[in-house]
């Protein structure tokens, strides 16, 4: 599966919009884009994902560029209960062995009052 | 829905000990998976069991045993508890392991061994 970078932490200011990118430069085909959010020290939540399109959930906005190297999670307006680490992955169905996330270190989101 | 259920929520153990985590789902899921996160680190895949009646090793599967009991249930086992296990354990499981990438979490188990 393909490697994601992602920034170590961010800020945003609560009522705005939080704009999270990751790259992931050597994405394949058939590759999806997956963001999860880890809240304090519970399990992972699934947030959005996709493959190609844009993509809107009453979560959150993902927007993949047109080469696919890189996308951006948008929480439309960022509450203190977005405050959490968020990890983008891409990973894909091989048909055979493990369909395994990667979780890296994913970036902190501290959304301020 | 409970969604994915885990018990116990904690745990100590002392080293050469054993246990078994367990894990249940209620969404008629056909894939479950066993994760452990270290401290500031991401998860890594310990087992998964992509359908009833199949377990197969993910990352890190060394010094742990799973068991697909039923379709609901997914249990790790530690046979001889190391300090290098202390982590929290999360169990997960998706409609279907075409589908792994959309993942349900369960709230964790945190084992510590001494």
């Known amino acids: 599966d393909a490697k994601t970078t992602q920034p170590t932490s961010m800020d945003c200011a609560e009522g705005r919009a939080a704009n999270l990118p990751c790259n992931h430069s050597t994405i394949s085909g058939n590759e999806y884009v997956y963001w999860y959010r880890q809240i304090h020290s519970q399990g992972p939540q699934y947030i959005i994902h996709g493959l190609k399109n844009n993509e809107t959930n009453e979560m959150a906005s993902l927007i993949i560029t047109e080469d696919r190297k890189s996308s951006t999670l948008i929480l439309p307006h960022a509450t203190l209960r977005d405050t959490a680490v968020y990890y983008c992955i891409v990973s894909s169905y091989s048909g055979a062995g493990s369909y395994q996330l990667t979780f890296g270190k994913g970036t902190k989101l501290s959304v301020i009052p | 829905n409970a969604g994915v259920t885990q018990t116990p929520k904690f745990q100590v153990l002392k080293t050469g000990q054993s246990m078994t985590l367990q894990c249940a789902q209620d969404?008629?899921?056909?894939?479950m998976y066993w994760y452990r996160q270290d401290p500031g680190m991401g998860l890594r895949l310990i087992y998964y069991s992509a359908s009833e009646g199949t377990t197969d090793k993910g990352e890190v599967p060394n010094g742990y045993n799973v068991s697909r009991l039923n379709k609901r249930e997914f249990s790790l086992r530690l046979e001889s508890a190391a300090p290098s296990q202390t982590s929290v354990y999360f169990c997960a499981s998706s409609a279907n392991y075409a589908d792994g990438g959309l993942q349900f979490f369960g709230p964790g188990t945190r084992l510590t061994v001494l």
């Open positions: 969404m008629n899921h056909n894939s």
